[in-house]
């Protein structure tokens, strides 16, 4: 079995305007429709353990792709990612024996299963010597070292070329693996060091900017001129620069190394990599590394993008949903795969990963199906990451994740296009503005689409370059919640593309507060019709569109999101505070506490069935009630 490739049917050309993070490579992206993918979407079993057992059981559920990561590195527990030898051990020295005997045992359990292989491009114990430093905690400054980059591309095309001769009718795709978690996250929240303040002078000068000497300092990237949350590009330009050139030098990175892999391996095969967590936990948003996701995407040497499902909002009750911009992905025609590695109650003993278990095998039920309907109905690749065992070991959860499977294979070539008529924009322009240890950046990214989460309607996530290739017209609100930066370019594609048609526009903190040149808090009055500093929801009618701002994002909770959705005839298909997930064909809704709810649809359709039973529940109906557990997601096919 495959996972997905594209065809890209149609380029929209455009000038992608940029101040602060770089997006110079784009030129062109491709717009997705229905009709730009010719592959299915197929589910994965993975672990970073052997679990032979386990593996020969989701082969029996119907699931023989298996997902195995070739490491050489420690993790952030501080032991093996896998159970086999290191196979890179000096500079062109290999054993691959160990890599046999690890692909050797999977097959073992089970002969049908097709790999998806991830490459560990870490510094192991004896080049993190030969450097000075460690790729897993400080990916930014490896990647600005050209002789890292030249030797580890070595090691990976050596490992491609063995593996494709060895192996290459069993590998689906190769994933690229590296930096924090093997994930490209970076932890050193802006330290500097020799590799990377030469290549950030290098940068400086490369790029016009004035600066000279080290990067700024770590106590100082923690301060900013207003609020101490927002840098003034005035008199902290430095630092504004600095964050875009600390994201753009691990993006650069892994586009490098897929455009050197990519020859390598057959067109049919995939190539994928974790990237794009602007939907991150707090205080990462921009030292985390990721914001330079557009580039990252725009390779068209990638084929997918990988992301676990948000660590903050993965209880039971909340709505989940990926760290990355899935919209953005999308714009530029890749595939998204959802890890779902949401630690079961089978685990909540495990002293590592159990803090955070779900409590009962009532919460695996509900809250799997969440994940397994967010992938369906957002058409998602995923894998069951079974950790380091023991995940699913429950007859429950593996009949839950066999059904799951039989309904994916109904459903999995389905295309049914979004049903969202509210849009939240993802901003890591105005990012690199924010100083990332105030709590106004996790607020503005993260925390927000969390309490959207939470309104009882769908809705879609894409970022603010998207604004300029993407259908607007079916969104009757759209959330800013990170627009700090407002240049005169940026200006004139707000009120082309968004700020008209008699749309709900709904801002927070300091909106335009930045020009790209000064601060000034009154450019808030101009854009949002309210003064800065106003606590709101505040509504004002202007010209051809409403204005809703918010200065406190603590007053934008799920309940005001939901009232102003509402009175601008976004469709609720519940009338509490809860997550939906819904395209024009199916209709998933998460209850914490269940009892019998009335469900709304957007019109009045043949019949809608529950796709768990597969009984009718309602017939020739605009709404139904519908009993749901305690805990519970409900799955529906809606009829027209």
Same mark, same amino acid.
């Given at each position: 079995?495959?996972?997905?490739?594209?065809?890209?049917?149609?380029?929209?050309?455009?000038?992608?305007?940029?101040?602060?993070?770089?997006?110079?490579?784009?030129?062109?992206?491709?717009?997705?429709?229905?009709?730009?993918?010719?592959?299915?979407?197929?589910?994965?079993?993975?672990?970073?353990?052997?679990?032979?057992?386990?593996?020969?059981?989701?082969?029996?559920?119907?699931?023989?792709?298996?997902?195995?990561?070739?490491?050489?590195?420690?993790?952030?527990?501080?032991?093996?990612?896998?159970?086999?030898?290191?196979?890179?051990?000096?500079?062109?020295?290999?054993?691959?024996?160990?890599?046999?005997?690890?692909?050797?045992?999977?097959?073992?359990?089970?002969?049908?299963?097709?790999?998806?292989?991830?490459?560990?491009?870490?510094?192991?114990?004896?080049?993190?010597?030969?450097?000075?430093?460690?790729?897993?905690?400080?990916?930014?400054?490896?990647?600005?070292?050209?002789?890292?980059?030249?030797?580890?591309?070595?090691?990976?095309?050596?490992?491609?070329?063995?593996?494709?001769?060895?192996?290459?009718?069993?590998?689906?795709?190769?994933?690229?693996?590296?930096?924090?978690?093997?994930?490209?996250?970076?932890?050193?929240?802006?330290?500097?060091?020799?590799?990377?303040?030469?290549?950030?002078?290098?940068?400086?000068?490369?790029?016009?900017?004035?600066?000279?000497?080290?990067?700024?300092?770590?106590?100082?990237?923690?301060?900013?001129?207003?609020?101490?949350?927002?840098?003034?590009?005035?008199?902290?330009?430095?630092?504004?620069?600095?964050?875009?050139? =600390?994201?753009?030098?691990?993006?650069?990175?892994?586009?490098?190394?897929?455009?050197?892999?990519?020859?390598?391996?057959?067109?049919?095969?995939?190539?994928?990599?974790?990237?794009?967590?602007?939907?991150?936990?707090?205080?990462?948003?921009?030292?985390?590394?990721?914001?330079?996701?557009?580039?990252?995407?725009?390779?068209?040497?990638?084929?997918?993008?990988?992301?676990?499902?948000?660590?903050?909002?993965?209880?039971?009750?909340?709505?989940?949903?990926?760290?990355?911009?899935?919209?953005?992905?999308?714009?530029?025609?890749?595939?998204?795969?959802?890890?779902?590695?949401?630690?079961?109650?089978?685990?909540?003993?495990?002293?590592?990963?159990?803090?955070?278990?779900?409590?009962?095998?009532?919460?695996?039920?509900?809250?799997?199906?969440?994940?397994?309907?967010?992938?369906?109905?957002?058409?998602?690749?995923?894998?069951?990451?079974?950790?380091?065992?023991?995940?699913?070991?429950?007859?429950?959860?593996?009949?839950?994740?066999?059904?799951?499977?039989?309904?994916?294979?109904?459903?999995?070539?389905?295309?049914?296009?979004?049903?969202?008529?509210?849009?939240?924009?993802?901003?890591?322009?105005?990012?690199?503005?924010?100083?990332?240890?105030?709590?106004?950046?996790?607020?503005?990214?993260?925390?927000?689409?969390?309490?959207?989460?939470?309104?009882?309607?769908?809705?879609?996530?894409?970022?603010?370059?998207?604004?300029?290739?993407?259908?607007?017209?079916?969104?009757?609100?759209?959330?800013?919640?990170?627009?700090?930066?407002?240049?005169?370019?940026?200006?004139?594609?707000?009120?082309?593309?968004?700020?008209?048609?008699?749309?709900?526009?709904?801002?927070?903190?300091?909106?335009?507060?930045?020009?790209?040149?000064?601060?000034?808090?009154?450019?808030?009055?101009?854009?949002?019709?309210?003064?800065?500093?106003?606590?709101?929801?505040?509504?004002?009618?202007?010209?051809?569109?409403?204005?809703?701002?918010?200065?406190?994002?603590?007053?934008?909770?799920?309940?005001?999101?939901?009232?102003?959705?509402?009175?601008?005839?976004? =469709?609720?298909?519940?009338?509490?505070?809860?997550?939906?997930?819904?395209?024009?064909?199916?209709?998933?809704?998460?209850?914490?506490?269940?009892?019998?709810?009335?469900?709304?649809?957007?019109?009045?359709?043949?019949?809608?069935?529950?796709?768990?039973?597969?009984?009718?529940?309602?017939?020739?109906?605009?709404?139904?009630?519908?009993?749901?557990?305690?805990?519970?997601?409900?799955?529906?096919?809606?009829?027209?």
């Amino acid at each position: 079995m495959m996972l997905w490739r594209f065809i890209v049917i149609g380029l929209v050309f455009c000038s992608v305007v940029q101040t602060g993070l770089s997006n110079d490579s784009v030129s062109a992206a491709p717009v997705y429709t229905a009709a730009t993918i010719d592959k299915q979407i197929y589910t994965c079993y993975r672990s970073f353990w052997p679990e032979l057992e386990m593996t020969a059981k989701f082969g029996e559920m119907g699931i023989d792709t298996r997902c195995f990561f070739a490491a050489n590195a420690i993790n952030s527990a501080g032991f093996e990612y896998c159970k086999y030898p290191l196979i890179w051990k000096g500079i062109k020295k290999y054993d691959f024996a160990a890599y046999d005997k690890q692909v050797d045992d999977l097959l073992s359990a089970n002969p049908d299963a097709k790999f998806l292989c991830m490459i560990d491009l870490n510094t192991p114990y004896w080049l993190t010597r030969k450097f000075a430093l460690d790729s897993f905690s400080d990916i930014s400054h490896a990647a600005a070292d050209p002789k890292w980059i030249k030797i580890t591309t070595k090691w990976m095309l050596d490992f491609i070329a063995y593996s494709e001769k060895k192996y290459g009718d069993k590998i689906s795709a190769y994933i690229l693996s590296g930096g924090g978690t093997s994930e490209w996250y970076e932890y050193d929240r802006g330290k500097s060091s020799r590799v990377k303040n030469a290549a950030w002078r290098g940068w400086c000068k490369k790029n016009g900017f004035s600066f000279e000497g080290d990067v700024p300092p770590e106590t100082t990237l923690r301060k900013a001129a207003h609020d101490n949350a927002i840098y003034d590009p005035a008199t902290e330009m430095n630092k504004i620069q600095y964050w875009n050139f =600390h994201n753009q030098v691990i993006a650069d990175a892994v586009v490098a190394f897929a455009e050197a892999a990519r020859p390598e391996i057959p067109k049919e095969k995939e190539l994928g990599v974790f990237f794009g967590y602007y939907l991150v936990s707090d205080n990462k948003l921009v030292s985390f590394g990721h914001l330079g996701y557009e580039r990252v995407f725009a390779s068209p040497d990638i084929d997918f993008i990988i992301n676990p499902g948000t660590y903050n909002d993965r209880q039971i009750g909340g709505g989940s949903g990926p760290q990355l911009v899935h919209g953005t992905a999308l714009r530029y025609g890749k595939r998204c795969l959802h890890e779902i590695d949401h630690r079961t109650h089978c685990v909540s003993a495990n002293p590592i990963v159990g803090h955070d278990a779900w409590k009962t095998q009532a919460d695996d039920i509900a809250g799997l199906k969440r994940e397994a309907a967010f992938s369906l109905i957002n058409h998602m690749s995923l894998w069951w990451f079974d950790m380091w065992g023991g995940w699913y070991k429950t007859e429950a959860n593996q009949e839950l994740i066999k059904k799951l499977q039989n309904i994916s294979d109904k459903y999995v070539n389905d295309r049914s296009a979004s049903v969202a008529q509210t849009l939240m924009i993802a901003d890591p322009q105005s990012a690199c503005y924010l100083n990332d240890k105030a709590p106004h950046a996790s607020a503005m990214a993260r925390q927000f689409r969390d309490k959207l989460n939470k309104v009882g309607a769908p809705f879609d996530v894409y970022s603010f370059n998207d604004i300029l290739v993407i259908d607007l017209s079916q969104y009757k609100v759209i959330f800013l919640p990170a627009m700090l930066l407002i240049s005169p370019e940026r200006a004139e594609i707000l009120k082309k593309y968004v700020l008209k048609d008699n749309r709900t526009v709904v801002w927070t903190y300091a909106p335009g507060i930045s020009d790209g040149k000064t601060l000034d808090t009154a450019r808030v009055k101009q854009w949002t019709g309210t003064a800065y500093g106003t606590q709101g929801p505040a509504k004002v009618a202007m010209d051809g569109w409403n204005s809703v701002y918010s200065h406190e994002y603590k007053t934008m909770t799920s309940v005001a999101m939901k009232k102003i959705m509402k009175e601008a005839g976004v =469709h609720m298909y519940t009338d509490d505070v809860n997550p939906v997930y819904a395209n024009e064909r199916l209709l998933s809704i998460h209850y914490k506490d269940g009892g019998k709810k009335k469900v709304h649809l957007p019109q009045k359709c043949k019949k809608v069935v529950d796709v768990y039973s597969g009984k009718v529940v309602a017939e020739n109906a605009s709404e139904f009630t519908y009993d749901f557990m305690t805990p519970d997601t409900a799955l529906f096919e809606i009829v027209k």
